[in-house]
């Protein structure tokens, strides 16, 4: 992909065949590349346009907001995850970085997390925490804040879904960084408005759908700081029974016919929500077992 093409084109205004000559020796090549990705590219008149899926994002605005946290916006990315741990010398706790497109976006056990040009809520930010507290759960307090902001479900152990299909997926990753903290990055992609040929391997949902005025611009300020209250509770009481209670009442799986998928092959049983240490409860062969997140997926039966 030639992104030094796609970021000329990122402020969706009208450019002329001789701008863009400047950034490719091959336009029409690179224009359908593009259109390949789910790029929309207007043309019109001599003239050509990224089409955006949705507004561009104000990130004046959103900084405003979030004050005095620093947001950083980036319209083309490589990975915000990858920016993020790239940039944590210079960062304080709870910065974070904004994307309208990413090209090298991925989700849990490195699959690609699919974006189209200003159709998602892509972030990703920086948390840290003493070297000696636990991070078990902490991907739960990032899903629950996330389900309650959009009035969603949760899926263990941190997948957000509306209407049983997915609407969000978070990746939490420790950065090497030293200085005597651990130091994560949770990058977070929310799907908004999709395109209709978006190639997705899942049933996926999109927030328009159940809200057609939804705006991003308003959304984001609040989703950020009730994630963000959500993580401080989370660091003074951990997995409490309050917690257990909330993520209970959004638990899209609770008393349900599931499979739990190991490495050692596949377990069967009644889902029973999670324990306090974030460990999921299944009722099988009449013993309740726990599975930690680790290399386990769970599906309903």
């Not at 991925?106 to 974006?115: F, K, M």
């Not at 978070?170 to 908004?192: A, M, P, R, T």
């Not at 899942?202 to 609040?222: G, T």
């Not at 660091?235 to 609770?254: L, T, V």
Request: aromatic content about 8%; overall charge neutral.
């Amino acid at each position: 992909m030639n992104l030094p093409l796609l970021n000329y084109l990122a402020d969706c205004q009208p450019k002329v065949r001789s701008e863009l000559a400047i950034f490719s020796q091959n336009i029409e090549n690179d224009l359908v590349q593009f259109r390949v990705q789910g790029i929309q590219i207007e043309e019109c008149a001599g003239c050509y346009r990224l089409v955006p899926q949705l507004a561009l994002l104000d990130s004046m605005q959103i900084s405003t907001a979030l004050f005095p946290y620093q947001v950083h916006y980036q319209p083309i990315i490589s990975s915000t995850n990858e920016w993020v741990l790239q940039n944590i010398p210079r960062l304080k706790k709870g910065d974070l970085c904004l994307a309208e497109y990413q090209t090298l976006g991925r989700g849990r056990r490195g699959r690609q997390w699919l974006s189209p040009f200003a159709g998602q809520m892509i972030f990703s930010f920086y948390w840290a925490l003493e070297s000696q507290k636990s991070i078990e759960g902490l991907s739960l307090a990032v899903g629950l804040a996330i389900a309650e902001t959009l009035g969603a479900q949760v899926k263990w152990p941190n997948d957000v879904l509306l209407d049983g299909k997915k609407l969000s997926g978070i990746l939490i990753e420790i950065s090497n960084h030293k200085n005597g903290l651990l130091n994560l990055v949770v990058g977070v992609g929310i799907n908004v408005s999709l395109p209709a040929q978006t190639e997705i391997n899942q049933p996926y949902a999109e927030l328009c759908k159940v809200d057609p005025n939804v705006d991003r611009q308003i959304l984001f300020p609040k989703l950020i700081r009730h994630l963000y209250a959500r993580l401080e509770r989370f660091e003074k009481e951990g997995i409490d029974d309050k917690f257990q209670q909330a993520w209970q009442a959004r638990n899209a799986f609770f008393n349900n016919e599931v499979n739990v998928i190991t490495e050692q092959g596949v377990i069967s049983g009644i889902e029973q929500g999670i324990d306090s240490n974030g460990y999921l409860l299944l009722f099988s062969e009449n013993v309740l077992k726990t599975f930690n997140g680790g290399e386990v997926s769970l599906r309903k039966k």
